[in-house]
Protein backbone atom coordinates (compact mmCIF):
# COMPACT_ATOMS: atom_id res chain seq x y z
CA UNK A 1 0.00 0.00 0.00
CA UNK A 2 1.06 3.59 -1.01
CA UNK A 3 0.61 4.96 2.11
CA UNK A 4 -0.10 3.16 5.38
CA UNK A 5 -1.19 6.37 7.42
CA UNK A 6 -5.21 6.23 8.65
CA UNK A 7 -6.01 9.57 6.25
CA UNK A 8 -8.97 11.33 7.41
CA UNK A 9 -10.92 13.67 5.15
CA UNK A 10 -13.08 16.19 6.46
CA UNK A 11 -15.43 18.81 5.55
CA UNK A 12 -15.90 21.87 7.89
CA UNK A 13 -18.01 22.46 9.31
CA UNK A 14 -20.71 20.02 8.84
CA UNK A 15 -23.74 21.95 6.98
CA UNK A 16 -27.29 22.20 8.47
CA UNK A 17 -30.01 20.85 6.03
CA UNK A 18 -30.63 23.46 3.38
CA UNK A 19 -33.94 23.83 4.37
CA UNK A 20 -33.09 24.46 7.97
CA UNK A 21 -33.40 28.27 8.06
CA UNK A 22 -37.30 27.86 6.27
CA UNK A 23 -38.19 25.36 8.39
CA UNK A 24 -37.27 27.01 11.53
CA UNK A 25 -39.32 30.19 10.46
CA UNK A 26 -42.41 28.29 9.65
CA UNK A 27 -42.37 26.40 12.73
CA UNK A 28 -42.28 29.73 14.85
CA UNK A 29 -45.51 30.93 12.83
CA UNK A 30 -47.44 27.86 13.97
CA UNK A 31 -45.97 28.44 17.86
CA UNK A 32 -47.10 31.96 17.84
CA UNK A 33 -50.53 30.98 15.98
CA UNK A 34 -50.49 28.26 18.53
CA UNK A 35 -50.19 30.83 21.08
CA UNK A 36 -52.69 33.28 20.14
CA UNK A 37 -55.31 30.38 19.89
CA UNK A 38 -54.29 29.32 23.70
CA UNK A 39 -54.99 32.52 25.17
CA UNK A 40 -57.75 33.46 23.06
CA UNK A 41 -59.81 30.07 24.00
CA UNK A 42 -58.57 30.64 27.74
CA UNK A 43 -59.59 33.74 28.20
CA UNK A 44 -63.18 32.79 26.48
CA UNK A 45 -63.80 30.12 28.55
CA UNK A 46 -63.27 32.45 31.95
CA UNK A 47 -65.69 35.01 30.56
CA UNK A 48 -68.03 32.51 29.22
CA UNK A 49 -67.90 29.77 31.85
CA UNK A 50 -66.94 27.38 29.15
CA UNK A 51 -64.94 24.51 30.94
CA UNK A 52 -64.47 22.86 27.31
CA UNK A 53 -63.03 26.03 26.18
CA UNK A 54 -60.53 25.93 29.14
CA UNK A 55 -59.48 22.86 28.70
CA UNK A 56 -59.01 22.76 25.43
CA UNK A 57 -57.06 26.52 25.81
CA UNK A 58 -54.87 24.56 28.08
CA UNK A 59 -54.16 21.33 25.61
CA UNK A 60 -53.11 24.07 23.51
CA UNK A 61 -51.04 24.83 25.61
CA UNK A 62 -49.24 21.48 26.15
CA UNK A 63 -48.98 21.75 22.24
CA UNK A 64 -47.59 24.75 22.03
CA UNK A 65 -44.59 24.12 24.61
CA UNK A 66 -44.29 21.32 22.32
CA UNK A 67 -43.95 23.36 19.34
CA UNK A 68 -41.38 25.79 20.96
CA UNK A 69 -38.87 22.64 21.97
CA UNK A 70 -39.24 21.92 18.10
CA UNK A 71 -38.45 26.48 17.78
CA UNK A 72 -35.67 26.40 19.74
CA UNK A 73 -34.13 23.02 18.54
CA UNK A 74 -33.49 25.39 15.42
CA UNK A 75 -32.13 28.17 16.96
CA UNK A 76 -29.75 26.37 18.70
CA UNK A 77 -28.70 24.30 16.15
CA UNK A 78 -27.91 27.35 14.14
CA UNK A 79 -26.35 29.47 16.72
CA UNK A 80 -23.53 26.58 17.78
CA UNK A 81 -23.33 24.78 14.34
CA UNK A 82 -19.78 26.22 13.28
CA UNK A 83 -18.74 25.76 17.07
CA UNK A 84 -15.49 23.73 17.63
CA UNK A 85 -17.79 22.33 20.80
CA UNK A 86 -19.22 19.89 18.56
CA UNK A 87 -17.30 17.34 16.51
CA UNK A 88 -19.68 16.69 14.22
CA UNK A 89 -21.81 20.14 14.45
CA UNK A 90 -25.39 20.70 15.35
CA UNK A 91 -27.21 18.37 13.29
CA UNK A 92 -28.38 16.05 15.71
CA UNK A 93 -30.06 18.73 17.53
CA UNK A 94 -33.29 18.61 15.67
CA UNK A 95 -33.17 14.69 16.39
CA UNK A 96 -33.32 14.99 19.75
CA UNK A 97 -35.76 17.67 19.65
CA UNK A 98 -38.09 14.57 17.76
CA UNK A 99 -37.31 12.35 20.62
CA UNK A 100 -38.38 14.17 23.27
CA UNK A 101 -41.38 15.48 21.31
CA UNK A 102 -42.02 12.30 20.70
CA UNK A 103 -42.01 11.10 24.16
CA UNK A 104 -44.39 14.27 24.91
CA UNK A 105 -46.77 12.64 21.84
CA UNK A 106 -46.42 9.29 23.84
CA UNK A 107 -47.43 10.47 27.39
CA UNK A 108 -50.47 12.63 25.67
CA UNK A 109 -51.70 9.16 24.00
CA UNK A 110 -51.42 7.39 27.17
CA UNK A 111 -53.34 10.53 28.62
CA UNK A 112 -55.89 10.47 25.89
CA UNK A 113 -56.57 6.59 26.24
CA UNK A 114 -56.72 6.39 29.77
CA UNK A 115 -59.35 9.15 30.49
CA UNK A 116 -61.53 7.39 27.74
CA UNK A 117 -61.66 4.11 29.09
CA UNK A 118 -62.69 5.41 32.37
CA UNK A 119 -65.34 7.60 30.52
CA UNK A 120 -66.52 4.31 28.89
CA UNK A 121 -67.08 2.88 32.18
CA UNK A 122 -68.60 6.43 33.92
CA UNK A 123 -70.44 8.27 31.35
CA UNK A 124 -69.86 12.01 32.29
CA UNK A 125 -72.54 14.51 30.68
CA UNK A 126 -70.84 16.60 27.78
CA UNK A 127 -71.90 20.14 26.64
CA UNK A 128 -72.12 19.27 23.05
CA UNK A 129 -73.09 22.87 21.95
CA UNK A 130 -69.37 24.54 23.37
CA UNK A 131 -67.36 21.52 23.24
CA UNK A 132 -68.41 21.06 19.29
CA UNK A 133 -67.39 24.36 18.69
CA UNK A 134 -64.22 24.38 20.51
CA UNK A 135 -63.56 21.13 18.27
CA UNK A 136 -63.60 22.70 15.23
CA UNK A 137 -62.07 26.12 16.15
CA UNK A 138 -58.98 23.43 16.65
CA UNK A 139 -59.17 21.83 13.79
CA UNK A 140 -59.04 24.87 11.43
CA UNK A 141 -56.22 26.00 13.49
CA UNK A 142 -54.51 22.91 13.21
CA UNK A 143 -55.26 22.88 9.71
CA UNK A 144 -53.36 26.53 9.35
CA UNK A 145 -50.62 24.96 10.92
CA UNK A 146 -50.48 21.95 8.67
CA UNK A 147 -50.30 24.13 5.57
CA UNK A 148 -47.73 25.91 7.18
CA UNK A 149 -45.55 23.09 7.94
CA UNK A 150 -46.04 20.54 5.19
CA UNK A 151 -43.77 22.59 2.64
CA UNK A 152 -41.08 21.72 5.19
CA UNK A 153 -41.78 18.13 5.61
CA UNK A 154 -39.78 16.82 3.06
CA UNK A 155 -42.76 15.06 0.87
CA UNK A 156 -45.92 17.13 1.60
CA UNK A 157 -47.22 14.25 3.34
CA UNK A 158 -50.88 14.07 4.62
CA UNK A 159 -52.16 12.39 7.89
CA UNK A 160 -52.46 9.08 6.04
CA UNK A 161 -48.85 9.29 4.89
CA UNK A 162 -47.67 10.15 7.94
CA UNK A 163 -49.18 7.61 9.66
CA UNK A 164 -47.28 5.41 6.73
CA UNK A 165 -43.76 6.92 7.57
CA UNK A 166 -43.95 6.79 10.94
CA UNK A 167 -44.97 2.49 10.99
CA UNK A 168 -42.87 2.02 7.90
CA UNK A 169 -39.46 1.36 9.48
CA UNK A 170 -37.81 -0.02 6.74
CA UNK A 171 -37.46 3.25 4.42
CA UNK A 172 -35.40 4.78 7.33
CA UNK A 173 -32.55 5.01 5.43
CA UNK A 174 -34.19 6.28 2.33
CA UNK A 175 -35.67 9.05 4.33
CA UNK A 176 -32.60 10.69 6.16
CA UNK A 177 -30.47 10.11 3.21
CA UNK A 178 -32.54 12.64 1.30
CA UNK A 179 -32.39 15.03 4.04
CA UNK A 180 -35.43 14.04 5.80
CA UNK A 181 -35.97 16.49 9.03
CA UNK A 182 -37.16 14.89 12.55
CA UNK A 183 -37.66 18.03 14.19
CA UNK A 184 -40.04 19.31 11.43
CA UNK A 185 -41.55 16.22 11.06
CA UNK A 186 -42.11 15.79 14.78
CA UNK A 187 -44.00 19.46 14.99
CA UNK A 188 -46.17 17.96 11.83
CA UNK A 189 -47.18 15.03 14.07
CA UNK A 190 -48.12 16.91 16.74
CA UNK A 191 -50.44 19.06 14.81
CA UNK A 192 -51.62 15.76 12.82
CA UNK A 193 -52.47 14.28 15.99
CA UNK A 194 -54.52 17.57 17.17
CA UNK A 195 -56.35 17.60 14.10
CA UNK A 196 -57.06 14.32 14.14
CA UNK A 197 -58.63 14.01 18.01
CA UNK A 198 -60.27 17.24 16.58
CA UNK A 199 -61.97 15.57 13.65
CA UNK A 200 -62.91 12.92 16.04
CA UNK A 201 -63.96 14.54 18.58
CA UNK A 202 -66.62 16.47 16.32
CA UNK A 203 -67.66 13.09 14.44
CA UNK A 204 -68.35 11.65 18.54
CA UNK A 205 -70.17 15.32 19.56
CA UNK A 206 -72.48 15.24 16.49
CA UNK A 207 -73.64 11.52 16.89
CA UNK A 208 -74.39 12.15 20.61
CA UNK A 209 -76.19 15.42 20.13
CA UNK A 210 -78.38 14.17 17.34
CA UNK A 211 -78.08 10.31 17.97
CA UNK A 212 -77.98 9.92 21.30
CA UNK A 213 -74.55 7.85 21.21
CA UNK A 214 -72.67 9.54 23.85
CA UNK A 215 -70.22 6.48 24.18
CA UNK A 216 -68.83 7.52 21.00
CA UNK A 217 -67.10 10.57 22.34
CA UNK A 218 -64.61 8.22 24.61
CA UNK A 219 -64.44 5.54 21.89
CA UNK A 220 -63.18 8.00 19.04
CA UNK A 221 -60.93 8.69 22.17
CA UNK A 222 -59.39 5.12 22.27
CA UNK A 223 -59.58 4.80 18.49
CA UNK A 224 -57.46 8.33 18.73
CA UNK A 225 -55.30 7.43 21.43
CA UNK A 226 -53.79 4.38 19.54
CA UNK A 227 -53.53 6.41 16.18
CA UNK A 228 -51.17 9.20 18.27
CA UNK A 229 -49.08 6.29 19.79
CA UNK A 230 -47.81 4.33 16.75
CA UNK A 231 -47.01 7.84 15.30
CA UNK A 232 -45.22 8.20 18.41
CA UNK A 233 -43.67 5.09 18.43
CA UNK A 234 -42.53 5.33 14.57
CA UNK A 235 -40.76 9.15 15.32
CA UNK A 236 -39.11 7.32 18.25
CA UNK A 237 -37.81 4.73 16.87
CA UNK A 238 -36.73 7.06 13.96
CA UNK A 239 -35.18 9.74 16.00
CA UNK A 240 -33.32 6.79 18.49
CA UNK A 241 -31.51 5.12 15.70
CA UNK A 242 -30.22 8.82 14.79
CA UNK A 243 -28.93 9.41 18.40
CA UNK A 244 -27.57 6.04 18.57
CA UNK A 245 -25.66 6.59 14.90
CA UNK A 246 -27.33 3.46 13.53
CA UNK A 247 -25.80 2.33 10.56
CA UNK A 248 -27.30 3.50 7.22
CA UNK A 249 -27.17 0.19 5.42
CA UNK A 250 -28.28 1.60 1.98
CA UNK A 251 -25.42 4.26 1.79
CA UNK A 252 -22.78 1.69 3.26
CA UNK A 253 -24.07 -0.55 0.44
CA UNK A 254 -23.13 2.08 -2.12
CA UNK A 255 -19.99 3.27 -0.78
CA UNK A 256 -18.72 -0.28 -0.74
CA UNK A 257 -19.58 -1.13 -4.17
CA UNK A 258 -17.80 2.24 -5.05
CA UNK A 259 -14.51 1.32 -3.79
CA UNK A 260 -14.49 -2.29 -4.11
CA UNK A 261 -15.26 -1.87 -8.08
CA UNK A 262 -12.36 -2.06 -9.49
CA UNK A 263 -11.21 -5.41 -8.02
CA UNK A 264 -8.20 -4.14 -6.62
CA UNK A 265 -9.29 -3.51 -3.19
CA UNK A 266 -11.00 -4.85 -0.06
CA UNK A 267 -13.03 -3.76 2.66
CA UNK A 268 -11.94 -4.92 5.79
CA UNK A 269 -14.55 -2.79 8.27
CA UNK A 270 -16.90 -0.38 7.47
CA UNK A 271 -18.92 2.25 9.21
CA UNK A 272 -21.72 5.10 7.74
CA UNK A 273 -24.02 6.73 10.47
CA UNK A 274 -25.80 9.73 9.99
CA UNK A 275 -24.96 13.26 11.43
CA UNK A 276 -28.32 14.99 10.76
CA UNK A 277 -30.20 15.68 8.39
CA UNK A 278 -28.04 16.84 5.97
CA UNK A 279 -25.09 14.79 6.40
CA UNK A 280 -23.06 11.03 6.73
CA UNK A 281 -19.84 10.14 8.16
CA UNK A 282 -18.10 7.16 7.19
CA UNK A 283 -14.84 5.27 8.87
CA UNK A 284 -13.42 2.88 6.05
CA UNK A 285 -10.32 0.29 6.46
CA UNK A 286 -8.97 -1.38 3.60
CA UNK A 287 -6.70 -3.92 2.10
CA UNK A 288 -4.71 -3.85 -1.15
CA UNK A 289 -2.94 -6.70 -2.32
CA UNK A 290 -1.03 -3.59 -4.71
CA UNK A 291 -0.40 0.04 -4.48
CA UNK A 292 -3.32 1.69 -4.90
CA UNK A 293 -3.13 5.37 -3.33
CA UNK A 294 -5.32 6.73 -0.85
CA UNK A 295 -5.97 9.34 -2.73
CA UNK A 296 -7.53 6.91 -5.59
CA UNK A 297 -9.43 5.23 -2.66
CA UNK A 298 -11.09 9.05 -1.67
CA UNK A 299 -11.92 9.74 -5.63
CA UNK A 300 -13.82 6.26 -5.88
CA UNK A 301 -15.76 7.48 -2.00
CA UNK A 302 -16.63 10.80 -3.63
CA UNK A 303 -18.77 9.31 -5.87
CA UNK A 304 -21.16 9.03 -3.30
CA UNK A 305 -23.42 11.51 -2.10
CA UNK A 306 -24.33 12.29 1.61
CA UNK A 307 -20.94 12.01 3.10
CA UNK A 308 -19.48 15.15 4.58
CA UNK A 309 -16.66 12.89 6.97
CA UNK A 310 -14.65 10.54 5.94
CA UNK A 311 -12.10 8.51 7.61
CA UNK A 312 -9.79 6.01 5.58
CA UNK A 313 -7.70 3.68 7.07
CA UNK A 314 -5.30 1.28 4.99
CA UNK A 315 -4.63 -2.27 6.92
Given at each position: ?????????????????????????????????????????????????????????????????????????????????????????????????????????????????????????????????????????????????????????????????????????????????????????????????????????????????????????????????????????????????????????????????????????????????????????????????????????????????????LTIECA
Open positions: MADAKPVTVCHAPIPLAASHDSNARRTMWVVLLTAVTMVGEIVAGYLTGSMALLADGFHMATHAGALGVAAAAYAYAKRHAASGRYSFGTGKVGDLAGFTSALLLGLVAIGIGVESVVRLAHPTRVDFGDATLVAVLGLLVNIVSAVLLSGGHGHSHGAANAAHDAGEHDHHDHHHAHGHDNNMRSAYVHVLADALTSIFAIIALLAGRYLGWVWLDPAMGVVGALVIARWSWGLLHDTAGILLDRTDARLAAQLRAAIEAPGDVSILDLHVWPLGAAAHAAIVTVSSAGTVPVATIRERAAIVGGIRH
